[in-house]
């Protein structure tokens, strides 16, 4: 059976004060919780939420392909897990456009990954205008097919993330964000075996809140969700958690 997985994305945001926020979430998780928690702050957070998370896991926001060398302003999985990390959100929308990052450059980054023992959290998800064109499907079965090792070897999650609808308010019908995430299911099963596809969680983004939470979740193939603004505090992303859980 597939655990869930409430993921929280904070971005370019959060300084050392902040740390507050996680303990606060921390404190509203009950002990018997069904879902898995993360926050990803920026690299400069992560050792201090690491030190104060409790129950919560800690995770990267992008690392480097290769271990160490000269590689000013990067951080390397290593690094990451040295600073408490257990996971890493891989080919985000925001790193594909603004940092010209490739399929190819993607998959070299889930192996230094998977190298430092961090599990991958890998985005794919369609433009605007490639959704109004009706390309969704397609443009995400190439970011699976480019993106993702040709073997799954340990844990694996893969996160849906519509780039028109992040931050922005708007959010797919509750059937295309089923077709998307069915149609990814089917694809890691032809690729990697149904046994083996059926252990990768799959996460929705795009939008999520606490008023929408529930019925995201009630859609089948949607393990749990990578959140961007609404993980930023305890009292908009705990109601997500208990969405999820519940």
Known sequence: MRGKLAAGNWKMNGLAAQVSEVEALAA??????????LICPPATLLAAFASRAGPIAIGGQ???????????GD?????????????VILGHSERRA???????DIRAKVAAARAANLT??????ETEAQYRAGETLSVIASQIDGSLPEAVEGDLVVAYEPVW???TGLVPQMAEIGAVHGAIRGQLAARYGAQAADAIRLLYGGSVKPSNAAEIFAVPDVDGALVGGASLKAVDFGPIVAALSG
Do not use: F, K, N, R
Not at 75 to 87: E, F, V
Not at 98 to 104: F, L
Not at 120 to 125: A, E, H, L, R, Y
């Open 28 to 37: 509203m998780l009950p002990s018997d919780l069904a879902a898995e928690v």
């Open 165 to 167: 609808a992040i931050g």
């Open 75 to 87: 951080i390397s999985a290593q690094m990451l897990a040295d600073a408490g990390a257990t996971y």
């Open 98 to 104: 603004d940092h010209g990052e490739g399929d190819a």
């Open 120 to 125: 991958p959290i890998v985005c794919v998800g």
């Open 62 to 72: 992008d690392c480097h392909p290769v271990e160490s060398g000269a590689h000013t």
